[in-house]
């Protein structure tokens, strides 16, 4: 993506900026293409549970709440404290369950995961060397190599061993990808040797699953090769091809038929080693773009912006990434103010032209001392003529020619990381953008929905339902999935308080765990600088 940098005031860099402009902008649609490249493989990592096709066709609360949440109050669930881990993307739980079996807290073994989540997600990681492959991954080093998407991490668990059995419990607004209120499918994760492009041959995971007519369907995803086409579709597989190493029994199953279910009892027992897991997108998902596009910003021109921003800032920590937030939204506070001039009246010595100039001008010096004048931090190179006109890019092609709203938005969506940085790098790289997550209103791979106030406070209710019908769980992990902007930023403090919440009112002797990883900190990217 491009990133920009003030124009200068003096009249020969302003023909020198000139003439390097068609370079530029050529260079802009490389990276363009790229970025779009890689949001591509962002957005299949939840849609692409469709690997699974098993029945789901693929696919913040208020500040106060997080400074204690050490909860003690008797209950018929009280015992030894119960560990609940709230994560910012749902691959980060693969540390915590593989570390809770050594640690003795889950089995090795026959744990059942419930899984309360929007979507699936149940995609097969990319097989590389060196990965633990069907068995518990021996250090941190293999552990690392599992962080890999947000959607994988329950098929890396079965092929782990410590589950065979999941129970998916979806939302009603999700019926439409469903046949039934409840279906139980086989499946079977396992390896393939096939020919990627022309000649090369790979080992993949591959899975399979029977369909209506008890016939055996498999499929695997491709390695995201540069210059393959096929990055992040589905590819069908003969059955005889995969070598099956791991089963289990996926249990689709809708919120309200959940209920039914438990309150039988039988279904699950005080017997079974249960795993809860809860993502927030379970109450809905939504578009962060959308908003941007609301007020007229094309997708073209947020690409390109993004190309811009990729190629001059690389955060390494999340301290490094809010700090480029902050900085890039002063930038935009500058330009909100030249645009206030507007509204006074003009004179030689007041006027929105040198408002405007002054904007550019202090913007450029201020942005051009982060990249490189503070020992290059957050820089992704040294400073050159290209990234000098780079950043003249995000700032005359871009930040100066927006108009109030569009700041306004701008300023509020923000900008970060397309993955959380303890990713597997070698695999995801992580570019830093809008954050605008991976999915837009023209380009989506899955069921977007927006929940009213009263509909998330109804699924709060059905979800203490389920809650209270279950017996206490071994450990409990709530994903935010804010980053990768599946759940609705606008409930996002509504929806984390009354999730949690409920949880602690349903189980005693609870202890909270925030993952030092998470978009914002503990309190959440909307309350981002307010929190800082």
Request: aromatic share 8%; net charge positive; hydrophobic share 35%.
């Amino acid at each position: 993506m491009v990133r920009n940098c003030c124009r200068s005031i003096r009249s020969k860099m302003r023909v020198t900026w000139r003439r390097n402009v068609a370079g530029n902008l050529i260079a802009l649609a490389v990276v363009t293409a790229f970025v779009v490249t890689y949001v591509k493989l962002l957005q299949y990592n939840k849609a692409s549970s469709t690997t699974f096709n098993l029945v789901a066709n693929r696919h913040r609360r208020p500040r106060g709440l997080h400074a204690s949440h050490t909860v003690h109050r008797g209950s018929k669930n009280a015992t030894s404290r119960l560990a609940v881990h709230v994560v910012e993307e749902h691959h980060q739980v693969i540390p915590i369950w593989m570390n809770a079996v050594k640690a003795g807290t889950l089995k090795s073994h026959g744990n059942i995961l419930f899984h309360i989540d929007g979507h699936s997600d149940l995609a097969p990681p990319f097989y590389f060397p060196g990965y633990p492959s069907f068995r518990m991954p021996r250090d941190s080093r293999e552990i690392n190599m599992m962080i890999q998407r947000n959607d994988v991490f329950i098929v890396q668990s079965i092929m782990a061993g410590i589950m065979k059995r999941i129970i998916w419990v979806w939302p009603k607004w999700d019926q439409e990808n469903h046949e039934s209120v409840y279906e139980k499918t086989w499946g079977g994760i396992g390896t393939a040797m096939v020919t990627t492009g022309e000649t090369l041959k790979e080992k993949v995971i591959c899975t399979c699953t029977k369909n209506e007519s008890n016939v055996k369907e498999c499929s695997y995803i491709p390695f995201p090769y540069e210059g393959l086409t096929n990055v992040g579709t589905e590819q069908m597989l003969k059955p005889s091809s995969c070598n099956i190493k791991r089963e289990f029994y996926l249990e689709s199953v809708r919120e309200d038929e959940a209920i039914k279910r438990l309150s039988k009892g039988g279904w699950v027992t005080k017997q079974d080693s249960l795993m809860l897991d809860i993502d927030l997108d379970f109450f809905g998902t939504t578009h962060v773009s959308q908003p941007l596009l609301d007020v007229g910003m094309p997708i073209a021109s947020l690409n390109m912006m993004n190309g811009v921003l990729w190629k001059l800032f690389c955060p390494k920590t999340v301290k490094e990434e809010q700090e480029t937030d902050r900085v890039l939204v002063k930038a935009l506070r500058l330009f909100q103010n030249a645009l206030d001039c507007k509204t006074k009246p003009q004179t030689k010595q007041y006027s929105y032209k040198k408002c405007k100039d002054k904007a550019r001008k202090e913007s450029a010096d201020m942005l051009k001392q982060f990249l490189w004048q503070q020992g290059n931090r957050v820089s992704c190179e040294k400073r050159s003529k290209e990234s000098e006109n780079l950043l003249n890019q995000l700032i005359d092609l871009f930040f100066g020619h927006l108009s109030a709203k569009q700041i306004a938005t701008l300023k509020k969506i923000g900008f970060c990381l397309t993955t959380t940085i303890n990713s597997y790098l070698p695999l995801t790289n992580p570019g830093f953008q809008i954050c605008m997550g991976s999915n837009t209103p023209v380009d989506s791979m899955v069921l977007a929905h927006r929940p009213t106030k009263n509909e998330t406070i109804l699924r709060t209710s059905t979800l203490l339902k389920i809650l209270n019908s279950l017996h206490r769980p071994r450990l409990v992990t709530v994903c935010r999935s804010v980053r990768d902007g599946y759940t609705p930023r606008f409930q996002y403090y509504l929806i984390e308080h009354s999730v949690m919440k409920a949880i602690s009112s349903v189980f005693s002797n609870v202890k909270v765990h925030y993952d030092p990883w998470l978009l914002g900190g503990k309190h959440g990217w909307p309350h981002r600088h307010k929190s800082s």
